[in-house]
């Protein structure tokens, strides 16, 4: 009897102090408004679906939102990363710091214009000293819709080279051009081509100095979309953090025929309930692997 009243009190007693959870972001301690928990695993299907976690990573989010945490622990790694946004009432990325543990590696800080556009991006690397700051200036063709970004990037207050990008009337980037660091001099250009299922197929680069075109083709372009599907988790699929890694191994062992498709060598399944909970399979580039991601949101303000 004594064992189940201290379970029952260690079960109160955590979930106070859950409810009042809390991050630290700078000097500032943030109330936490919403957590998303995300776990990562590598699957196994020789005799027995398995699952193996290789890393996991928590979003604490203030109560408005304006402020996120994201902790990335790599247990094979043995490290942890940890990123904080911060964001205006306009919910533009304003500053970003990025640690390695506790020790601060870089500064991110965003400036827009009145059509939410970035304009202005410094990053100030803690550990050699370096900066690097871009500002972007934008230009349109009323004729065709397209739209032209015009990059300049400096090193430590020094023009180091601009960039062109062009994009189409539906936002696709279709061609990049690297100028350099006098703004006349062409270094290369690139141009890129999507395939039927949207994705990137082709990236063509031509350096006008050796009058040489290289060809990269992206294998992920040439795939049908039956390989880029999203799949409902209904009302009635009871999924929580609990019985997590019981539902995935249900799932992927219901639907182990879409990671066995010939016409799918690449793949990404997104099963979600459009609440607070999805799944994502997808394959790696080593033995063949495949992996599955698990994010789950609650809310505790």
């Given at each position: 009897?004594?064992?189940?009243?201290?379970?029952?009190?260690?079960?109160?007693?955590?979930?106070?102090?859950?409810?009042?959870?809390?991050?630290?972001?700078?000097?500032?301690?943030?109330?936490?408004?919403?957590?998303?928990?995300?776990?990562?695993?590598?699957?196994?299907?020789?005799?027995?679906?398995?699952?193996?976690?290789?890393?996991?990573?928590?979003?604490?989010?203030?109560?408005?939102?304006?402020?996120?945490?994201?902790?990335?622990?790599?247990?094979?790694?043995?490290?942890?990363?940890?990123?904080i946004d911060y964001f205006n009432a306009h919910r533009q990325l304003m500053k970003s710091e990025d640690y390695t543990g506790e020790n601060l590696?870089?500064?991110?800080?965003?400036?827009?214009?009145?059509?939410?556009?970035?304009?202005?991006?410094?990053?100030?690397?803690?550990?050699?000293?370096?900066?690097?700051?871009?500002?972007?200036?934008?230009?349109?063709?009323?004729?065709?819709?397209?739209?032209?970004?015009?990059?300049?990037?400096?090193?430590?207050?020094?023009?180091?080279?601009?960039?062109?990008?062009?994009?189409?009337?539906?936002?696709?980037?279709?061609?990049?051009?690297?100028?350099?660091?006098n703004n006349k001099d062409v270094v290369h250009v690139e141009n890129f081509t999507y395939g039927e299922n949207g994705r990137l197929k082709e990236?063509?680069?031509?350096?006008?100095?050796?009058?040489?075109?290289?060809?990269?083709?992206?294998?992920?372009?040439?795939?049908?979309?039956?390989?880029?599907?999203?799949?409902?988790?209904?009302?009635?699929?009871?999924?929580?953090?609990?019985?997590?890694?019981?539902?995935m191994r249900k799932l992927i062992q219901k639907n182990i025929t879409l990671l066995n498709d010939k016409d799918c060598p690449d793949f990404e399944?997104?099963?979600?309930?459009?609440?607070?909970?999805?799944?994502?399979?997808?394959?790696?580039?080593?033995?063949?692997?495949?992996?599955?991601?698990?994010?789950?949101?609650?809310?505790?303000?």
């Open positions: 009897m004594k064992k189940y009243l201290l379970l029952l009190i260690l079960f109160i007693f955590s979930s106070d102090i859950w409810a009042q959870a809390t991050f630290k972001a700078g000097w500032t301690t943030y109330p936490t408004g919403w957590l998303t928990r995300q776990y990562t695993y590598n699957i196994s299907v020789k005799d027995s679906i398995r699952l193996y976690m290789e890393d996991s990573t928590n979003i604490f989010a203030s109560p408005d939102s304006l402020v996120v945490m994201i902790v990335n622990d790599y247990f094979l790694q043995k490290y942890t990363t940890k990123t590696q870089a500064v991110n800080e965003y400036r827009y214009d009145n059509k939410n556009r970035v304009v202005y991006h410094l990053e100030e690397n803690k550990e050699t000293g370096k900066s690097y700051r871009k500002t972007y200036d934008y230009t349109s063709d009323k004729k065709t819709g397209d739209n032209t970004m015009l990059e300049s990037s400096f090193l430590d207050g020094r023009i180091e080279f601009y960039t062109k990008t062009y994009y189409n009337k539906h936002g696709e980037k279709y061609k990049e051009m690297r100028l350099n660091d990236r063509t680069v031509y350096f006008p100095e050796w009058k040489v075109t290289k060809t990269f083709p992206e294998p992920k372009g040439s795939l049908p979309l039956k390989c880029f599907n999203t799949f409902p988790i209904g009302p009635t699929e009871k999924v929580n953090l609990n019985n997590r890694v019981y539902f399944y997104l099963f979600t309930n459009k609440a607070n909970c999805s799944i994502t399979l997808f394959p790696t580039k080593v033995n063949h692997g495949r992996k599955v991601i698990f994010s789950y949101k609650d809310k505790l303000k």
